[in-house]
């Protein structure tokens, strides 16, 4: 019988963000944008553990209190190099399997995590994503991977750009068995991510229509015949493709 591997989403968050300071305290239909994401991360089948990783300062004590005041377990860890505080916190916990979500990403889908995981377990993957070749919208972002592959990358990674976004590493190394994972219709212009306060609104909308936490990303897509401009109103931002260093 194959052994059972230890499998966690690490989350990745901080309130200094750039663009948008202290946007994962934002209040989305009553309640924080975090505490939103992680009400919606805890439906995965699949992990066994989901731990928030932030920065060890007092910038981020009101964040780390809150996560705390409602039972999530937190690491605290380097502020700069985001590879090594995924590193520790995956060693804090044994886990051999990560999944990364940055706290940017409210509508991260828990069923779409768990194939992801399916994928990478079935085909003996070291990184399975869908960001190599973005095809899902904006905040739809999945990247899973094996410890060994993490911990490679935490003792061989030099460069201060890999060490701050924590997969460059693993992704240009050819060494690694990586897949990605495309959708059937090219969707990477739609933004359901929250980089400046215009996202908030479309982040609102849903979380107030649709009422249940726990739906589909899909499901978004049926709001636009009640609101149309709703999907479009933030389609000049651009992707950002730095979001660890503003969630980092």
Known sequence: MAKKLKTAII???REESV????????RVAGKPLILRLLGRLKDSKLKNQLIIAIPKNNKND???NLLKKNKFNVYRGDEKNVLKRYYNAAKKIKAQIIVRITA???FSDPKLIDKFITILKEKKLDYVSNTLYPTYPDGLDIEVFTFRALKEAFNKAKKQ???EHVTPYIKKNRKF???NIKHGINLSNLRFTVDEKKDLDLIEYVFKNLRKNNFGWEQIFKL????KNLLINNSNLKR???ADLSLG
Not at 19 to 26: A, D
């Open 177 to 179: 068995k990586k897949l």
């Open 161 to 163: 750009y890999d060490k």
């Open 240 to 242: 950002n493709e730095g």
């Open 104 to 106: 940017d990403c409210p």
């Open 19 to 26: 663009r948008f300071p202290n946007k994962v305290l934002s």
């Open 62 to 64: 009101k964040l780390n």
């Open 224 to 227: 636009k015949k009640q609101k």
């Open 11 to 13: 989350l990745q968050a």
